[in-house]
């Protein structure tokens, strides 16, 4: 019964749309070995280490600072690596395994039956076999070498220590690390950040509820005035990747090809649409010292352990610190000797769907047959009987299938890619150049990009490869089904689980970009006033909102860290200075017994989501409500579930009697605020501080001596301090970087996965109530590890 318990949880963690965030309820109470500090799992469970280890490439030092956060000095890149090998695993072994087990299909194999139907989609999708073609591909660069070393690091931790609890708990040993494994982890971030489903939920609503609606639904663009590139300032250049002659998708496309249990299977493994992030960078034109500041703060999944590792690294003359994901040697964001950069999802559409003639193993392809290139696959279940699935490929890429159902699928991550290649130049990079040189190999995913350097440069620009879609002559929009079997509107040059060229992507040259912005915001807006390089951007009004405050700061001119700290707080709802005044009116007019008191609370109301405000909770509630007034029953009675919800800029801009019926919207509204004032006094919650907490962030075991402390903090699904109680997602990563000055940061948790560790999770009130720890590249603490050359 307690392995079950922890199954079914990590179970939830699986199939709830992140790679390890989130969790369902505990299964019952768990039994003895469970419990803290006791039972057979916890014997082996230690945060001591051997404080000498043989190392073939070189001498370097393991310290820990006062955060937890290693500090590693090496002779060599090499020794370096290994070195950050040996510390990720020290500090988040079972992580890395976990996301390991995910993305190649094998978490079945220690969760059991529950987790089957995961492994099979990333069975199906092939993860490892791009990771393989990618790892192929730069396995004999200097940058290669240190994924051998890292891997070696990793290696030498899992043979050498006692494992982590979790490993106890379920009952098995990790395998050893390999660098396709870290390959891999590259596919598991583009995946959760570029893996969308949208094209075929798009078709279902249509087919469901009629085009007109689904346009209504799912616009092809928020209208705002808000756009990462604004406009061409005096001294900059900006580059837009559309040409006049992009033309629509066509109104309709049936969905019934792909099937209903298709689209339903495929909706648990999809990127999570609310997810987001923010970033700006500030020129010295602006600031009070006269250099550049980077502020970044990715909205990912929160979790414990949290989804980044800080390192800082020292090696030569390259000062390198921030934070990486689990798996991957270098940081990913952060800052180092010469500048600092930041990302965030530029949503591009990178994905396409196709449909075939087929007949039985065969796909009709330009006029002729084709054999699906087939393999069979195992899926191991513990203490259960083993499932088989088929893996089957066309020239496009994988096929999905799901109850005699079948889609193709074209993305851009299952081709070999150079992502890692660049992420290590950014490290060693001496400034804008090396930084921009570096960015021409960075081809997954799309990120919007923003750096800045000591001397004083710098540079917004979109990553990755965005295909370039030709139907008769003319560049197309890619939300639509094509057809496979014609090859309409193939990717040239694109190499699924080979090396592609650039043949079908846009140039590097004509990505948007712009050199030397003296300002600039991004929070996965709409990147340019031109079409089209995404289904869906996110709701513009965290953009709105950061730019509203850089411009208002920008007349003074003496912008600071103190300033940028103040934006990362920011807890204005833009949502709210919308819709509230409209409410209020609405139910001042109908006069609505029982409501007095929810109007004057929002009436007086600064539109803030802070933790002691009844008004913010208010309002909170009061928004799901009017969504589920406006969609619930029309969705429901359609076999739509909320996941096919339109965006919060849709639902407030929505008109007209279809979703609002004869009694018209402001009346829908007063209903929702009746509903959502019952809700309340339903509830133990007085303020927003008593909804909105930290208790969403779990360990994925989700037991309660391995989750986050539970802790009121602010902010909102669309305020630029974002946090979503719902749905456990956040700034998963608080960043400032004066080029001048001291860089500061936090995490949302602990930087050590390990339940003993006092880092576990001691930077998560400090994030709670949006405070810093330094970000410096001094290197700090006592040596903890130190690493022998060749012995």
């Known amino acids: 019964m307690d392995r079950e318990i922890t199954r079914r949880a990590l179970v939830g963690a699986i199939i709830g749309g992140t790679a390890v965030g989130g969790a369902l309820s505990p299964v019952g109470s768990y039994l003895r070995r469970f419990a803290p500090l006791s039972g057979e799992a916890w014997g082996t469970a230690t945060d001591d280490t051997d ?123 990790p395998a050893e690390w390999t660098p396709a494994d870290t390959m891999l982890m590259e596919k598991q971030i583009s995946w959760e950040l570029t893996g969308s489903f949208l094209t075929l939920r798009k078709a279902k609503v249509a087919s469901k509820l009629g085009q007109k609606a689904a346009t209504e639904l799912y616009p092809e663009r928020l209208d705002h005035d808000s756009p990462v590139i604004r406009g061409t300032d005096e001294g900059t250049s900006a580059t837009s990747a559309n040409s006049s002659n992009s033309i629509p998708a066509p109104d309709t496309t049936d969905p019934d090809g792909i099937g209903t249990p298709l689209l339903d299977w495929l909706g648990n493994f999809e990127r999570d649409h609310g997810i987001g992030s923010n970033s700006w960078l500030v020129s010295g034109k602006h600031t009070a010292n006269g250099k550049p500041i980077v502020a970044n703060d990715p909205h990912l999944s929160l979790m414990a352990p949290p989804v980044w590792y800080e390192m800082n690294l020292e090696q030569g003359d390259t000062r390198v610190r921030g934070v990486t994901f689990p798996g991957v040697p270098f940081v ?325 009697s279809r979703w609002f019926g004869s009694d018209g919207r402001k009346a829908t509204m007063v209903r929702a605020l009746e509903t959502a004032t019952e809700a309340i006094d339903a509830s133990d919650a007085e303020v927003y501080g008593d909804y909105n907490t930290t208790e969403a962030i779990t360990h994925p075991f989700d037991q309660s001596f391995l989750n986050s402390p539970v802790i009121p903090t602010d902010g909102s699904s669309q305020t630029v301090n974002n946090y979503r109680k719902e749905s456990a997602v956040g700034s998963s990563w608080r960043m400032i970087c004066p080029m001048k000055g001291d860089s500061e940061a936090i995490l949302p948790g602990g930087n050590s996965g390990d339940y003993f560790s006092d880092h576990y999770h001691d930077q998560l009130k400090r994030w709670a109530d949006t405070k810093y720890k330094p970000l410096t590249h001094e290197i700090r603490g006592n040596v903890a590890v130190e690493f022998g050359g060749d012995r």
């Open 51 to 173: 404080g000498s280890v043989e190392s073939e490439y070189g001498t370097a030092a393991l310290r820990y600072d006062e955060d937890g956060v290693p500090n590693i000095t090496a002779e060599n890149e090499r020794a370096l690596y290994f070195a950050v090998g040996y510390a990720q695993a020290r500090d988040r072994l079972f992580q890395l395994d976990l996301q390991r087990r995910l993305m190649s299909g094998q978490v079945a194999a220690v969760v059991g039956e529950l987790a089957a139907d995961s492994d099979e989609f990333h069975i199906q999708m092939d993860f490892v076999g791009a990771a393989e073609a990618t790892w192929k591909h730069i396995a004999d660069t200097d940058t290669g070498e240190l994924v051998r070393a890292f891997s070696a690091g990793v290696n030498a931790h899992i043979e050498n220590e006692p494992l982590p609890l979790e490993f106890g708990l379920l009952e098995y040993e």
């Open 332 to 656: 990913v964001i952060g800052e180092n000797h010469a500048g600092a950069w930041g990302f965030t999802n530029a949503g591009a559409d990178v994905i396409d769907f196709y449909r075939y003639e087929i007949d039985g193993d065969r796909y009709r392809y330009k006029g002729e047959w084709r054999d699906f290139e087939t393999q069979q696959r195992e899926i191991e279940v513990a203490d259960g009987t083993n499932r088989t699935t088929t893996l089957r490929k066309t020239v496009h890429g994988p096929v999905l299938e799901r109850d005699g159902y079948r889609v193709g699928v074209a993305w851009t991550g299952h081709s070999a890619t150079d992502t890692t290649l660049a992420i290590h130049e950014y490290n060693t990079s001496d400034g804008v150049d090396d930084l921009r040189a570096a960015t021409k190999k960075f081809d997954e995913p799309t990120q919007n990009l923003v750096y800045a350097d000591r001397d004083g440069n710098t540079l917004y620009y979109t990553t990755g490869k965005i295909p370039r879609r030709m139907v008769d002559g003319k560049q197309v929009r890619g939300d639509r089904i094509f057809d496979g079997s014609a090859g309409e509107a193939e990717w040239k040059g694109f190499e699924p689980f080979g090396v592609s060229t650039w043949e079908g992507f846009v140039p590097f040259d004509e990505k948007p970009h712009v050199t030397d912005p003296d300002l600039i915001a991004t929070a996965n807006q709409r990147i340019t006033n031109d079409p089209y390089l995404s289904e869906a951007y996110a709701s513009p009004y965290r953009a709105q909102r950061i730019y509203e405050l850089l411009d208002e700061k920008a007349k003074s001119g003496d912008i600071d860290v103190a300033t940028m700290e103040g934006i990362q707080d920011d807890t204005l709802d833009k949502r709210a200075e919308a819709l509230v005044p409209t409410l209020v009116e609405a139910a001042r007019e109908k006069g609505e017994d029982g409501l007095e008191s929810a109007v004057k609370t929002l009436s007086d109301w600064d539109y803030r989501m802070e933790r002691d405000s009844r008004a913010a909770l208010l309002f909170v509630q009061w928004f799901d409500a009017f969504r589920e007034e406006v969609f619930g029953k029309t969705f429901e009675q359609a076999g739509l579930d909320d996941s096919y919800y339109p965006r919060d800029w849709v639902l407030a801009h929505l008109r007209g």
